[in-house]
Each structure stands twice: as C-alpha cells, then as structure tokens.
C-alpha cells in the first residue's frame, strides 16, 4: 500500500453542501495540487475506504469538477455513524505506523478467519480465547467447510454444516482432554459465535451482503445440573485431607468463590492477614492477576496483551510459558474478605513457606507466590486436580471437578444470605448478575418455594385456625344480639301502624266509613 494519509472528504460540486463523505487515501507528494477518492452520491455519509493504489482527481478550481480518476481493487467498510468512521481511521493510520495494517481481500471461509484473527481476534480476545477460537478453527472449521468461497455459503448451507457437526469427533489436545467421543451442541454453539462474529464482520468489510448464520438453526443443548458438594460432604473431603497445600486450596475456593487461576495467581503483596485485620474481622485478599500457561505463539500475536509477567522455563525448548495475567473481566479485580480460621490457615502456611525460603537460600525462587512448590515455582492448575482426584478416590467421595467448589460456595452463601446476588456477585467476580441467576436459578427457585411456604403459614393458616377456633360463647352471643334486633324492628314497625291509624280517624269521612264496616263485621 503507497505511504498516504487517510483523510475526511467530499466531492467538489457548485454546492456548498456536500452530498456524501467518505475516507480516503491521500498520498503524501508535493507534485499533486490536490488528489482525493472520488465519493459517490449512493454511498453512506460515513465510510471507509481502503486501495493498494491512489485514485487521482486533479482540481484546478473549488467549483470545477473531477477531470479524471483511476481506481484499481477499492474495498469499504461502511458504518452507521461519521464518529465511528473518524474511530476507525484512527486505528487504520494506527496499524499503517506500525506495519500491521491488512487490506481485507479474502475469497474463502479459511482466508475470511485468517483476516478474521489477524484484524479482530488481536485487538479484542485475551490469551485463552485466542488459543480456544484458533483450535476450533483448525479442528472443526478448516477440515470441513474452509476452502468454500464465502459467497457460495447460503443459511442452508451452514444449518446442514452445525447439523453434521453433531458426527464429528472430538479432539483432544495437549492440554485439553475431551470428555465425550462426538462433538457437543454446547461446542457447536461456541463455533456458531465465532463464526457468526466473523461473517458480520465480513458484511462490514463488504465482502458479503449478509451474515448466513445470523438465523441459523442449532442442535438443542439439554443443561445438565452442576454437580456439587453439599457441605457435609465437603467437611467429610477436609478432615480426610492429610495434603496442606490442597487443604488450603480447597478452603480458599470454597470460602472465596475463587477460580483455580485466580488462586494460583495469589501473591502475598494482595493478602492482609496482620493479626489486628483477623482480629476486627477484616482479613482479605485483593484479586488482581491470575496463572496461566499460554502459548508462545499466541503470546508473540498478541503482542503480550494481559501479560503481567512471563516465569522462566523449566526446559526450554518448549511451546508454552506459565504467565501472570491480567484477570477475565474487570469485574474478577476484587476484594474478599476472609473467615477467620481461613486466614489463621494462611498465617501458618507462610510461616511454612518462610522456612522454606531460609532452607534453601537463594536457590529459592521468590515470586511471592502463596502457592508455591518447596523451591517457590509456580504450581499449575493439574497439581491440584490430581492431588483433588485422589482424594476423593481414597475416600470414597462424590466425583466433582476442583472448580465445582466455587459453584458450592456460591450456591452456599445464596442460602445463607437469603439470595443476596449483589452480595454474591461481589465475591465471584461475575461480570453480570445476570449470570450469578441463570447459573444458579434452582436455589433462588428454592427460596421462592420457602416464601410461599412462610406465607402460608403467617397469612393462610393462621386465618383458617382463627375460624376454627372460634368459642361457642361467643356463637350464641352474636344469637342473642340478632334476636335483640327482630325485637326492636317489630316494635318500631308497630309504632309505624298505630300512626298512620290515626292520622285516617282524624278525616271525620274516612272515620265514618271505618265504623259502619265495624259494625257490618
């Protein structure tokens, strides 16, 4: 692309109103008197435009028009606002500085996700995301639907494609193990997402008039319940315990919501356990980073985006780096206090890992880690799980998952505080509460079936025991007071008569009449 600078402008007309603005590419050359991209009237106000080679317009005046014009593979990204074209640009003259600006010019589905990643995934996805969208792409996308031509793929198309998915079978990577042998509607819902992402993104570019899964129909996910400790079984789980370390990592996930990274991330500069903190009940951690091994390769593309800090290798020739990172969400930065027989815990296991550190001098390496092996590296996630899998193999236990005691703790305190989400929200680092009540609608289901209980038994039943319970005496007195009432009716009644008898015997006539019918009687 020739060196240039991407500017605002409209066509010179007799108007001193503009019909159309778009962004072009002006070159950078004394010779031109002034050169621009010709806009055309049909095209949105807010436009960009890209081309491997300028289109020239000399001007001899402000209201002459275009004398001549060349243009050789334009592309436009088209969006609905000026502002968000102006935003745009920024980034493109951004990306032109440091060489990393690409022409979209993809014909097939596998062309469309390379530009796809190189342009977007980049700028927006975190470390694992990268690594999880770019296994899905070379695993259930390339194989099957890559090398068709973009604009040969209708809905039609991609509907049999998300079908027959549900025949191909998983693959099982380096550090993921797949638990079903076929792939799941819920694995084929996640590459509905990301493909649906890049085909809008494609429609922006104008690659593509619309996106093919935008309706798209997917294989119904049926939601399997979590399966989690009740707190009887997880006490059984900490007295059969014999391991400290995984003694301690339990209690942290359980008493913290913690994920396994966020707690393998901890550092003691983010723990206060002074004895005043314990003793005011005020001992927290503060989570700011978590540890993940990440590959060199999605590093390298992502320019170390997140990355807090990189361990040094144990052998190394090889593709991956254990990282500090920065955390999924901004909402996973947070503060949590902790009970204090857990802080009393982490009290002894630094007065542990101090003596460690005098042991072995300064063959130690100090990264301030809680979880920390005898000479202080870094422990990863799978220490843990295997340690947490014997356990409960030992012992007999219910078969969960490490992670599944951050669902136990949520589920927990959602009891204990009568369905605080907020409250809960604030300790999980969820970035919606939104998601703490579609995760664990059954227990606020439960709380709803206790209210209307209570409510029974406040309202209902004590009315209903309020009418049986009505004493007889007090049956017979309301008798009594509605006889008193018939008996003063009658008598008012009686008066009535006697009066209007009298007012007839005043009229001498009608007093006449009365006597002779007396006497005919």
Known sequence: MPAGQLVILCPVSSSSNCPSISLGLRPRSPVVKRSMFLSAASLEVSSLAYAPSVMRADVSSETSAFSRYSLINEAWETYPTLAEAKKRKNEVEYQQDQGTFVIPSCKTLDELLEEYIAIYGVNTWALSTYEARKSMI???VSPI???MKIADITPRIMDKYYRDLLKVKSVSTKFHTCRTEYVTPSRIREIHKMLSTAFSQAVKWELIPRNPVEHATLPKEEKKE?????TTTLIKALDACEDDMLKLAINLAFSCSLRMGEMLGLTWDCVDISQTSIDEGKAFIYVNKELQRANREAMEALSDKDVIFKFPPVIK??????VLKTPKTKTSVRKVFLPKTV????????????ELKELFGPEYFDYGLVFATTNGRPVEGQIINRAFHQLIVDNDLPHVVFHSLRHSSITYKLKLNGGDIKAVQGDSGHAQAKMVTDQYSHILDDDRRVNAQRLEDAFYASRAETEEETPVEEVKEETKVTEVDVEVTEQTQQQADQELLLKLLANPEIAALLKTLAKNL
């Open 226 to 230: 979590r399966a989690i400790w009740d």
């Open 138 to 140: 070379a695993n259930y």
């Open 317 to 322: 020739a090889t593709n991956t780096r254990l």
């Open 145 to 147: 639907i890559g090398d």
């Open 343 to 354: 802080a009393e815990m982490l009290v002894k296991h630094k007065e542990s890992q101090d």
